[in-house]
């Protein structure tokens, strides 16, 4: 099997650690928190996709974070939403859905704050995140600020992995395969 592959995203390349989820499958690990060059690079190709009309950024934490905020800065949006992946003491009347992701075999959930959720009734937002993979968690998001009365206008990774890559209603960068375990 191999033991790295090599991602090329436009000009920027990075050798990403191949490493086993399950006994049938392996993932190419990729972490863009503290890649400030990608980060940057992927924030300027994305704004160039984006809706014209939107309200909004919405992410998911923690790897979407910085993608987020840098498409903020470039599209004028003050402010995005981040749906967290635990309840925490400050949140108020906060929404949450279950959350089954690709690459954590525990049960998480997916929450909304709920000053954030007021703050996204009847507004267009953009689903922004790092990876697409088997869309648990971006169903979990979509359901989230469904109940939160927001319309999504678009859904946008720097990677689709695997099947990710053939669904219409995403738009992304790059593709990221998924490595069989034999």
């Known amino acids: 099997m ?3 592959y090599e991602l090329k995203v436009g000009p920027i390349t990075r050798q990403l650690p191949v490493v086993p989820i399950s ?6 690990s990729f972490v ?3 890649d400030a060059e990608l980060t940057d690079y992927a924030a300027e190709q994305l704004a160039q996709l984006v809706p014209k009309k939107f309200d909004y950024f919405v ?5 979407g974070i910085p993608l ?3 498409l903020s800065r ?6 995005f939403v981040v749906l967290r992946k635990a309840t925490k003491d400050y949140m108020r009347a906060p929404l949450k859905v279950p959350v089954t992701a690709i690459t954590t075999s525990a049960p998480q ?15 267009k937002v953009v689903i922004v995140d790092d990876v697409i993979s088997s869309g648990g968690s971006l169903n979990a998001a979509q359901e989230l600020l469904k109940r939160a009365g927001a319309t999504i206008v678009g859904q946008m990774a720097i990677l689709a992995e695997g099947a990710a890559a053939d669904r219409p209603d995403i738009q992304y960068l790059a593709k990221l395969p998924l490595f069989p375990i034999d």
């Open 2 to 4: 191999l033991k790295t």
């Open 23 to 28: 006994q049938d499958l392996a993932i190419a």
């Open 32 to 34: 863009l928190l503290g």
């Open 59 to 63: 992410t998911l934490e923690s790897k």
């Open 68 to 70: 987020a905020q840098e």
């Open 74 to 79: 470039l599209t004028d949006h003050p402010q």
């Open 109 to 123: 959930e997916l929450v909304l704050d709920g000053t954030d959720a007021d703050r996204l009734v009847a507004k």
